[in-house]
């Protein structure tokens, strides 16, 4: 499994749980923008990225939109 399919199996793991993501893989097309779920302790989810090697946040919700 790469970094990237380990973020968005917990992500949706934690959602169907009620609960808040950790990398921030998850959101919704409001008004043609993405806007991500809610992030627990989002201040940490760049570290929590790296980590896994999968792209920065901002990269990320760009390369979506």
């Known amino acids: 499994?790469?970094?990237q399919q380990v973020a968005l199996?917990?992500?949706q793991l934690l959602i169907d749980q009620?609960?808040?993501q950790v990398y921030g893989t998850q959101g919704k097309l409001v008004d043609g923008r993405l806007v991500i779920d809610r992030i627990e302790n989002s201040l940490l989810v760049y570290i929590r990225r790296k980590d896994l090697r999968?792209?920065?946040l901002e990269e990320y919700i760009n390369l979506l939109e």
């Open 54 to 56: 999968t792209s920065p």
């Open 9 to 11: 199996l917990t992500d």
């Open 18 to 20: 009620s609960k808040l």
């Open 1 to 3: 499994m790469t970094g």
